[in-house]
DNA sequence: CTTTTTTATTATCTTTTGTTAACGTTTTTG
DNA sequence: CAAAAACGTTAACAAAAGATAATAAAAAAG
């Protein structure tokens, strides 16, 4: 395992609560890579053992399956944490499959191990509470977006915010999804705003 | 105070994590009571100073303002916490404002005690949590069901789940911001279903 | 009880979105 | 490199939603 990979992961934990390196060695044990092709999905719609990841190169995308149409919601990218987190916490199976839409790298862990660590170390269950809490928020503004904004307003957002990455390496139709509209009416809003 | 007050507080609580007497001790003396005539705020976009709160009687909505005008995306009952819980969160100003819908009754405590309890008690600190974790996945199924269904889905949706005390006692054009569409919308929607 | 205020419906018109299908282009894959 | 798959745009039409205004009914306030 490269010390590198390690430190990225780390660093993405660190964000929210500083590790002693005792604290730091309750997870390395738990640490695997998992390699992905691109299609490859990473986790499956009705699993149950389900793992924590950071992607460490590519990028993926979640989506629930609603009559028979693939919904995708959200998006990975290098150095973020992805997991079917909900299922995670409630131990119910996956509603949601994610996978890989470029060859991808991930270092990841069990769920159950970090629950563990809850149990085990305060600093730990502080990491929960707090990425519960930054998660959250970014809910709480993504919903917020979609009550208050036209999917115009949303694709100009994503235009201009922190989320420019999301435009310029996933495919149109997604997007359309990700901003509650169809591609057809992505490609009309685009027209409309002139940008061919 | 009331003890019977106190009781739903802490069954409320309790909900996330048991806790001895010595714990919840730690709680109470932050309590106070507040009292809201119909229409009054209770928190108010801007303000910085948070409590979180329980509603003991009576209900309310929370709102964001946007181009002057006011949206409604969340409600609150009886025996439910509220609060403006991301500006808590994160320290900054409210952007949303609490109103009540009737005369209603809260039992509040600041948000800086319960954030100080986090710091003193693992088992406060787990419940922070386990409360977070709980918002998010409402958040997450509520914003699921923006990208995936269709207002009228929504609304339908709203008639059956665990959310009909929305549809018995909240007016309908609050109703429709919740939904994400215009009163005048929601309105056309209920006469395309027939219930007149 | 009467007057406001709030709330819900309806109508009209405009704008936007959904649906389906066709087409051309780009990208992947064998 | 050739075939297949994936992707984005456009068109045509239907369905739904937004905006605005008028009206009526219900609820709250004095």
């Given at each position: 395992?490269?010390s590198?990979?390690?430190?990225?992961?780390?660093?993405?934990?660190?964000?929210?609560?500083?590790?002693?390196?005792?604290?730091?060695?309750m997870?390395?044990?738990?640490?695997?890579?998992?390699?992905?092709?691109?299609?490859?999905?990473?986790?499956?719609?009705?699993?149950?053992?389900?793992h924590?990841?950071?992607?460490?190169?590519?990028?993926?995308?979640?989506?629930?399956?609603?009559?028979?149409?693939?919904?995708?919601?959200?998006?990975?990218?290098?150095?973020?944490?992805?997991?079917?987190?909900?299922?995670?916490?409630?131990?119910?199976p996956?509603?949601?499959?994610?996978?890989a839409?470029?060859?991808?790298?991930?270092?990841?862990?069990p769920y159950?191990?970090?629950?563990?660590l809850?149990?085990?170390s305060?600093?730990?269950?502080?990491?929960?509470?707090?990425?519960?809490e930054?998660?959250?928020?970014?809910?709480?503004?993504?919903?917020?977006?979609?009550?208050?904004?036209?999917?115009?307003?949303?694709?100009?957002?994503?235009?201009?915010?922190n989320?420019?990455?999301?435009?310029?390496?996933?495919?149109?139709?997604y997007?359309?999804?990700?901003?509650?509209?169809?591609?057809?009416?992505?490609?009309?809003?685009?027209?409309?705003?002139?940008?061919?």
């Amino acid at each position: 395992m490269e010390s590198k990979d390690l430190d990225v992961l780390r660093t993405a934990i660190q964000r929210f609560v500083s590790l002693s390196e005792e604290e730091w060695t309750m997870l390395t044990p738990a640490l695997q890579y998992r390699d992905l092709a691109r299609g490859g999905d990473w986790i499956r719609e009705g699993q149950k053992e389900l793992h924590v990841g950071m992607v460490l190169e590519g990028n993926m995308r979640h989506y629930y399956t609603r009559d028979g149409e693939e919904k995708t919601t959200y998006f990975y990218f290098e150095n973020h944490l992805v997991s079917s987190y909900f299922s995670a916490i409630t131990g119910k199976p996956s509603e949601l499959t994610i996978e890989a839409l470029t060859d991808s790298r991930l270092l990841t862990f069990p769920y159950a191990h970090l629950k563990s660590l809850y149990d085990r170390s305060p600093k730990w269950e502080r990491f929960g509470r707090l990425l519960a809490e930054y998660v959250a928020m970014g809910l709480e503004e993504r919903m917020a977006g979609l009550l208050m904004m036209s999917p115009e307003e949303r694709y100009l957002q994503l235009l201009q915010g922190n989320k420019q990455k999301i435009i310029g390496r996933i495919p149109q139709h997604y997007i359309a999804n990700y901003l509650g509209i169809t591609p057809v009416s992505l490609s009309r809003i685009r027209k409309r705003l002139g940008e061919k």
